[in-house]
């Protein structure tokens, strides 16, 4: 079985998010299970900056924009820790924009005001690469069983596939992409490529596809509704999130179309790469441990910790940890109402990420009220996140939502207890320290509910108690969540299951 695995950005060669952890682990955790895999993503600049060895083919192709054809070429690398082929779509114009330096990324530029706004031709760009991705099958000769397409930003191939390549001539290549199926993955529907209905002689699709029921949205076409209604199934990253997004609290009005498909709908948890994200061989940390050593190894990584981010090293004071973009979705406005009472109570909080420059305020703005207490750095450190799970004694994730979540999972593996709103991912991977949990040994971290300070205050205050009174419980909290497996190749397994089903209905 073969699988061609389309994403905007890929570990090893660009990220912003999970999306890139988790296109850079499953197709080498499905490999292992033996199917023919290969990776496309587009060549940006931090790309072709960045340590990936990379060689031009000689596979140069010309797509139809409205009256401007934009020309296009197939690079070529290797995913890393595998022989796994990525090919990298180079189009300089669309994808060799992106500078920290300058404040330009993917997706995304930062104005002259801090804040940030999407490229105005991402409709094109992302059309381009979806276009590329089904014209790399015919010139690399590598026909897939499946075209596994991620997100928005390839949510125009399966339209693609169907209205102009499954027209194509001759017959034989009209026939090959006609045995191919789709599975659109989506990682987060709050992010769906909203553009301007203007755009569509641009992308080379018909007004006749521009209705409610296909690509139309509000005035808008969608690239992520395009997905989930031409592909041939959808799934997303957990068994709760693919129930909340058919409500209409959780669907960003795309409930309907999903209520419909529903039955061609479902969530895999992701997984978690433990050659990285493992504290017995992580590279980053001060020391290893296991769940065996967990009491005399994690606090050798705290006091590391604590000591790199200025805070006072003080064995006993229990350490909060926060690893997050620093949006609305993440609940940073809980936390800041939070804080004060929280604080009060006598932890440190260490905090990493960046994202919203009022929330780059308001934490520097209680960074400064908590001098020593409260440590924030507004970056993305990927070498701190791996100290930050293993040294915090608690890890905050107070979601407003979370289609899957991934840090809650490497802190079950550090032994570092997650606090968690009982939300997609969230809700199916930690388990509350509730008698009945304790006893049936299952409980793993600190759940609440409603989406309250309140409510994530007397959370976190449970665990804190729990932390300082009961020290017995709290190691076999940590080790219940350290034997946990929430590997890739648990998830690997459901993602074949989907590809054969796919390729039963041929």
């Given at each position: 079985?073969?699988?061609?695995?389309?994403?905007?950005?890929?570990?090893?060669?660009?990220?912003?998010?999970?999306?890139?952890?988790?296109?850079?682990?499953?197709?080498?955790?499905?490999?292992?299970?033996?199917?023919?895999?290969?990776?496309?993503?587009?060549?940006?600049?931090?790309?072709?900056?960045?340590?990936?060895?990379?060689?031009?083919?000689?596979?140069?192709?010309?797509?139809?924009?409205?009256?401007?054809?934009?020309?296009?070429?197939?690079?070529?690398?290797?995913?890393?820790?595998?022989?796994?082929?990525?090919?990298?779509?180079?189009?300089?114009?669309?994808?060799?924009?992106?500078?920290?330096?300058?404040?330009?990324?993917?997706?995304?530029?930062?104005?002259?005001?801090?804040?940030?706004?999407?490229?105005?031709?991402?409709?094109?760009?992302?059309?381009?690469?979806?276009?590329?991705?089904?014209?790399?099958?015919?010139?690399?000769?590598?026909?897939?069983?499946?075209?596994?397409?991620?997100?928005?930003?390839?949510?125009?191939?399966?339209?693609?596939?169907?209205?102009?390549y499954r027209q194509t001539k001759p017959h034989d290549l009209?026939?090959?992409?006609?045995?191919?199926?789709?599975?659109?993955?989506?990682?987060?529907?709050?992010?769906?490529?909203?553009?301007?209905?203007?755009?569509?002689?641009?992308?080379?699709?018909?007004?006749?596809?521009?209705?409610?029921?296909?690509?139309?949205?509000?005035?808008?076409?969608?690239?992520?509704?395009?997905?989930?209604?031409?592909?041939?199934?959808?799934?997303?990253?957990?068994?709760?999130?693919?129930?909340?997004?058919?409500?209409?609290?959780?669907?960003?009005?795309?409930?309907?179309?999903?209520?419909?498909?529903?039955?061609?709908?479902?969530?895999?948890?992701?997984?978690?790469?433990?050659?990285?994200?493992?504290?017995?061989?992580?590279?980053?940390?001060?020391?290893?441990?296991?769940?065996?050593s967990v009491a005399p190894g994690k606090p050798v990584c705290?006091?590391?910790?604590?000591?790199?981010?200025?805070?006072?090293?003080?064995?006993?004071?229990?350490?909060?940890?926060?690893?997050?973009?620093?949006?609305?979705?993440?609940?940073?406005?809980?936390?800041?109402?939070?804080?004060?009472?929280?604080?009060?109570?006598?932890?440190?909080?260490?905090?990493?990420?960046?994202?919203?420059?009022?929330?780059?305020?308001?934490?520097?703005?209680?960074?400064?009220?908590?001098?020593?207490?409260?440590?924030?750095?507004?970056?993305?450190?990927?070498?701190?996140?791996?100290?930050?799970?293993?040294?915090?004694?608690?890890?905050?994730?107070?979601?407003?939502?979370?289609?899957?979540?991934?840090?809650?999972?490497?802190?079950?593996?550090?032994?570092?207890?997650?606090?968690?709103?009982?939300?997609?991912?969230?809700?199916?991977?930690?388990?509350?320290?509730?008698?009945?949990?304790?006893?049936?040994?299952?409980?793993?971290?600190?759940?609440?509910?409603?989406?309250?300070?309140?409510?994530?205050?007397?959370?976190?205050?449970?665990?804190?108690?729990?932390?300082?009174?009961?020290?017995?419980?709290?190691?076999?909290?940590?080790?219940?969540?350290?034997?946990?497996?929430?590997?890739?190749?648990?998830?690997?397994?459901?993602?074949?299951?989907?590809?054969?089903?796919?390729?039963?209905?041929?």
């Open positions: 079985m073969r699988c061609l695995f389309a994403a905007s950005e890929v570990t090893g060669f660009a990220k912003t998010g999970g999306l890139a952890d988790v296109a850079g682990s499953l197709p080498r955790a499905l490999a292992r299970r033996g199917v023919d895999m290969a990776v496309i993503l587009p060549l940006y600049g931090s790309v072709r900056r960045g340590p990936a060895p990379l060689e031009p083919t000689e596979h140069v192709f010309t797509i139809p924009f409205g009256d401007q054809p934009v020309t296009g070429r197939l690079w070529r690398s290797t995913l890393p820790q595998s022989t796994i082929p990525v090919y990298l779509v180079e189009q300089k114009e669309f994808f060799e924009r992106d500078d920290p330096a300058l404040g330009r990324g993917l997706y995304q530029f930062t104005k002259t005001d801090g804040t940030r706004a999407d490229y105005l031709d991402n409709s094109r760009r992302f059309a381009f690469f979806s276009r590329a991705v089904l014209e790399a099958v015919r010139l690399l000769d590598f026909w897939p069983d499946v075209l596994h397409i991620n997100d928005w930003q390839t949510g125009l191939v399966p339209v693609y596939l169907r209205e102009i009209r026939q090959r992409y006609e045995r191919m199926r789709t599975l659109c993955t989506i990682h987060n529907l709050g992010y769906q490529g909203l553009f301007t209905h203007l755009d569509m002689p641009v992308l080379s699709l018909p007004w006749k596809l521009f209705n409610y029921e296909q690509l139309e949205f509000y005035g808008h076409i969608n690239f992520l509704k395009a997905g989930i209604v031409f592909a041939d199934l959808i799934n997303t990253v957990s068994p709760m999130y693919a129930r909340e997004i058919q409500t209409l609290y959780f669907g960003c009005g795309l409930q309907g179309v999903l209520l419909q498909r529903a039955r061609q709908l479902c969530g895999i948890v992701n997984g978690v790469d433990y050659h990285r994200w493992d504290p017995a061989h992580d590279a980053h940390l001060a020391a290893h441990y296991d769940a065996d705290k006091a590391h910790l604590q000591k790199a981010c200025g805070l006072a090293v003080e064995p006993n004071t229990p350490l909060l940890g926060m690893i997050s973009r620093l949006v609305d979705q993440k609940g940073l406005d809980l936390l800041l109402e939070a804080a004060p009472a929280l604080l009060r109570q006598g932890p440190q909080l260490v905090v990493l990420g960046e994202g919203d420059p009022a929330y780059h305020v308001a934490l520097l703005k209680l960074q400064e009220k908590y001098p020593g207490q409260v440590a924030v750095k507004l970056v993305q450190d990927e070498k701190l996140a791996h100290q930050i799970e293993a040294g915090a004694d608690i890890f905050l994730m107070p979601s407003q939502y979370e289609p899957c979540g991934l840090n809650q999972l490497y802190s079950l593996k550090y032994g570092t207890l997650p606090v968690v709103r009982a939300t997609g991912g969230l809700a199916d991977t930690v388990f509350d320290a509730s008698n009945k949990n304790l006893e049936a040994g299952k409980a793993t971290g600190f759940v609440f509910v409603p989406y309250a300070a309140a409510e994530f205050l007397e959370a976190v205050s449970r665990a804190l108690d729990c932390y300082r009174r009961q020290p017995r419980t709290w190691v076999a909290l940590q080790q219940t969540g350290m034997r946990q497996d929430w590997s890739w190749n648990r998830s690997a397994a459901e993602y074949e299951g989907l590809y054969r089903r796919l390729v039963n209905t041929r």
